[in-house]
């Protein structure tokens, strides 16, 4: 059975995370706090991709405002039977919402604010929606709770997609 990781964190293992985000599947652990599932591959070929607890968070480092945070994710909205709903945040400051409304990959993307401290800036992604595959899906042995799944997130140039849905920041 997978198990999440608690309480990791780049600067307790020694480690300075590189700049520009991170690909699941090359080199996350670096950027990864808690909240996330060990990586996985469903199909030969496809995109690696985490498991993401009701509260997962990350760091990147050299993160400037009005910079972009782009968030390619999935949520098993078929199970939830509703529409996934999110809150990301910067240093403790919310940056955008999002809503997922079907199990497809998606693509959401989120200007960012200033690093309070320096140019290092901690993430956290929270949604009250999640469920425990076991549970919900019969026969199934995996006990871990998923809200989301996660498969890169990378910071680039410029402001948010105004197509993609609910990435603008609150009012």
């Known amino acids: 059975m997978m198990t999440a990781r608690h309480g990791a964190s780049p600067s307790s293992a020694g480690q300075r995370p590189a700049t520009g985000g991170f690909v699941i599947g090359h080199g996350e652990e670096a950027f ?12 030969p070929g496809r995109t690696p991709y985490r498991g993401v607890e009701r509260e997962a968070s990350f760091q990147l480092t050299e993160v400037h ?18 529409a996934y709903r999110a809150e990301l945040l910067q240093d403790g400051r919310g940056i955008g919402h999002i809503v997922l409304e079907n199990d497809n990959w998606a693509v959401r993307r989120f200007r960012l604010l200033a690093p309070l401290a320096g140019i290092d800036s901690h993430f956290e992604l929270r ?27 990378l910071v680039t140039a410029g402001g948010p997609d105004p197509l993609a849905a609910d990435s603008s920041p609150p009012a």
């Not at 949604?127 to 997130?153: H, Q, W």
Request: glycine share 10%; proline share 4%.
């Open 32 to 43: 990864l706090g808690a909240g996330w599932h060990e990586r996985e591959l469903r199909q």
């Open 65 to 82: 405002g009005g910079a972009c945070l782009t968030l390619l994710l999935t949520a098993p909205v078929s199970v939830f039977g509703e």
């Open 127 to 153: 949604s009250d929606m999640a469920f425990v595959p076991a549970k919900t899906l019969e026969g199934n042995r995996d006990f871990r709770e998923i809200s989301c799944y996660l498969a890169a997130a």
